[in-house]
């Protein structure tokens, strides 16, 4: 399995319902790409100072799947729709459960 983590830092500027619009379209792509074997997403809960703001973890059986949903015209959809809002990501893709 492939887990991808990504982590995004909102920009000041970002409303809570820009916040709001970012989560739905996430949340309104998942059904819509199949290579998806699970896929979680939400606020950070402020716990710790310097946190990111959000965080997305998605599974995928292989490599390959992963590339399929990076590439997805929904994905990338989501992305051009919300990515006005966003001021720092990080991410990064692992093995695990094997």
Do not use: C
């Amino acid at each position: 399995m492939i887990r991808h983590t990504v982590m995004f830092r909102f920009k000041e500027s970002a409303s809570s319902e820009d916040i709001s619009a970012f989560s739905n379209g996430l949340a309104e792509m998942v059904p819509k790409i199949d290579v998806i074997a699970d896929y979680e997403h939400g606020s950070d809960l402020g716990v710790n100072e310097g946190n990111f703001d959000y965080v997305v973890t998605a599974d995928f059986a292989d490599a390959e799947a992963y590339l399929a949903y990076r590439d997805h015209p929904e994905h990338k959809d989501v992305i051009a729709r919300t990515s006005h809002v966003i001021a720092d990501r990080a991410a990064v893709q692992f093995e695990w459960g094997a």
